[in-house]
């Protein structure tokens, strides 16, 4: 273990991606650090709120075990988006002298100290405390309330193996979203209230300590399983088999009018169609362009500013997740592609070209979603649509010229390959992007009204186009300045 602890340790550190992973470790732990600080209040504060008069709720353990359900049920939902499975270089480890069993236990046991396991006892433990502490709250037995806590453990342990396996079982995943569908449609029609059998299920684990080795014996068969799943098919040429099927051509032809842009086009779009982790970016973007009903739905906390936050994340979706990651997506070509007869003017304009095709969709879906809300709401998604496809646009591909970072599209056919399209670095390229357009809006809407607001952003966009020539120009010199820098990170192996 502590020799492939060393190699993880040496593989960072020794990376040409080197600042960049370092600031996404710092930023990461800032959360971290930011979520644990804010599971301790919650677990403290929890019992203390809900027994307040707005609430009055008499017994908020009762509360808690009725509500479980559905905290589980998200929280599988958030593990698969956001939580990275345990990636390593299989190929390059199995040559060497360690056991596959050594290899495989090592990958998952990583994910046992995960933030998103560890939250749970934040929360549990000072929960617990403040209900054997405070004896207005009832009383509770401290040694079955232990045991309950072991069991609510042992089940989000359960969820984090499940993860593991959902990221490889696209027909589990499958299965499970239409479990999740279909239990928020039965509650939604009030067909069935699940929230009365989560606390019967839930509190028996304190009523009848007994019935914690159930969840217990769960734990042990999903963590064997998940275990011989990689174990049988980890092994050397994993995703080299070749498969017969009828080949199939993409000419893209009607690409031909765009000229030598048509080359990188076509790849882009073979690219989205043949490739799992391209095709999961694209899906992610298209998602996000419900994220403004989140902001609309708290209006009264988030304000028109939160509103419009929510409503410009809607309309760059895209352009934040699958083109935050360009050039990567050509990293493992990048060193041929840089000896052709090509000019990095026609490869950036594609990639704009591409990414303000996809803005001008989820523009276009927005308006039809959230035009229903009001006017402000169908002004703020074109403006906020006109920002990302003049300024974000640009500074998006800009910052790809310093992404050094491959990625390795065949590995989602290994056995610890990843496949998730969230991405911590193209995350965080985001927070600058919206600095600006946030800062603007929100001063130009004290001074006159949020419907102003979201027009100034809006100017701001349309410069941005009419003057694209210039960022084109700007961005193409970044690029050519750091083309032996990336070349040389490209060609590393972890």
């Known amino acids: 273990m502590f020799q492939l602890t060393s190699l993880q340790w040496k593989s960072f550190f020794r990376s040409a991606a080197l600042a960049g992973n370092l600031f996404s470790k710092i930023m990461t732990w800032f959360w971290i650090i930011y979520l644990t600080g804010m599971a301790l209040l919650l677990g403290i504060g929890t019992p203390i709120v809900l027994t307040t008069d707005e609430f009055g709720i008499e017994d908020p353990f009762l509360f808690i075990n009725k509500n479980l359900i559905y905290v589980f ?7 698969y988006i956001f939580q990275k499975i345990p990636i390593l270089n299989i190929r390059a480890l199995l040559l060497t002298p360690l056991r596959k069993s050594k290899i495989i236990r090592f990958a998952m046991n990583r994910t046992i100290f995960s933030i998103f396991n560890m939250l749970s006892f934040f929360y549990l433990i000072p929960f617990s405390i403040m209900l054997v502490a405070n004896e207005d709250l009832g009383s509770y037995d401290g040694i079955q309330l232990l045991i309950w806590n072991i069991a609510i453990a042992t089940l989000v342990y359960i969820t984090n193996f499940l993860n593991i396996l959902l990221n490889k079982q696209d027909k589990l995943v499958i299965g499970i979203g239409v479990l999740l569908v279909s239990i928020k449609a039965l509650e939604y029609f009030n067909i069935v209230d699940l929230t009365i059998y989560s606390e019967q299920i839930f509190y028996s684990f304190y009523i009848n300590p007994i019935l914690v080795l159930a969840p217990i014996a769960i734990l042990v068969y999903t963590y064997y399983y998940v275990y011989n799943y990689y174990h049988k098919n980890l092994s050397i040429d994993t995703g080299l088999s070749l498969k017969v099927k009828e080949a199939t051509k993409d000419d893209f032809k009607w690409l031909d009018q765009y000229g030598e842009m048509a080359k990188f086009l076509r790849n882009d779009l073979r690219l989205i169609k043949r490739t799992k982790r391209a095709r999961s970016t694209v899906i992610m973007g ?147 992007q919206m600095v600006l357009p946030m800062l603007l809006f929100y001063f130009v809407s004290d001074f006159y009204d949020p419907l102003i607001g979201a027009i100034s952003v809006g100017v701001f966009g349309v410069l941005g186009i009419v003057f694209r020539n210039k960022a084109f120009s700007m961005i193409v010199k970044t690029y050519k300045s750091e083309k032996h820098s990336t070349l040389s990170a490209y060609k590393q192996t972890n």
């Open 73 to 79: 049920v998200y929280w599988v939902v958030i593990r």
């Open 286 to 432: 298209a998602f996000f362009a419900l994220y403004g009903l989140i902001f609309i739905a708290s209006e009264e906390v988030y304000g028109n500013t939160g509103a419009f936050f929510g409503l410009f994340f809607s309309t760059g979706g895209f352009m934040f997740t699958f083109c935050g990651m360009v050039p990567s997506w050509d990293s493992k070509h990048y060193p041929l592609m840089m000896c052709q007869n090509i000019t990095y003017l026609d490869y950036i304009k594609s990639k704009w070209y591409l990414g303000f095709t996809g803005t001008i969709v989820m523009t276009l879906v927005g308006l039809l979603i959230y035009s229903y809300f009001g006017l402000f709401y169908a002004v703020g998604i074109i403006c906020s649509g006109l920002y990302n496809l003049g300024v974000n646009s640009y500074i998006t591909l800009w910052a790809g010229a310093f992404n050094k970072t491959a990625i390795d599209l065949d590995s989602a056919k290994n056995a610890f390959g990843d496949t998730k399209s969230f991405n911590t670095k193209t995350m965080l390229m985001i927070i600058p």
